[in-house]
Nanobody, 126 residues
Framework: QVQLIESGGGLVQAGGSLRLSCAASGRSFSSYAMGWFRQAPGKERECVAAISWSGRSPYYTNSVKGRFTISRDNAKNTLYLQMNSLKPDDPAVYYC???????????????????WGQGTQVTVSS
């Protein structure tokens, strides 16, 4: 069992930055690849970024490349998402999720993730 708790969401002006954190507890954090997903009202849950258990080869969806950075600190059992140059298209509830490392090829598929946080709201004002 892995428990995930997100923090860092809030209201920011367009062009601003936020840093999301996801604190993990329970079974070995380093056994899991991790992902950040977002879901806006009326839309499907989307994988924004994912990172392997080692931290190498991060994945980003096209709309956030060059603006968002995913990282992890296995010693602190924490996942991060640095979001810069936030746009009006970015507001959503952001979730972190844990994916067994052997399923890395399915990193974009929310159905393959085993554990989820409760989500944190990101709002961008224009």
């Amino acid at each position: 069992q892995v428990q995930l708790i997100e923090s860092g969401g809030g209201l920011v002006q367009a062009g601003g930055s936020l840093r999301l954190s996801c604190a993990a507890s329970g079974r070995s954090f380093s056994s899991y690849a991790m992902g950040w997903f977002r879901q806006a009202p009326g839309k499907e849950r989307e994988c924004v970024a994912a990172i392997s258990w080692s931290g190498r080869s991060p994945y980003y969806t096209n709309s956030v490349k060059g603006r968002f950075t995913i990282s992890r600190d296995n010693a602190k059992n924490t996942l991060y998402l640095q979001m810069n140059s936030l746009k009006p298209d970015d507001p959503a509830v952001y979730y972190c999720a844990a994916l067994l490392y052997t399923l890395w090829q399915f990193r974009e598929d929310p159905d393959k993730y085993a554990y989820w946080g409760q989500g944190t709201q990101v709002t961008v004002s224009s």
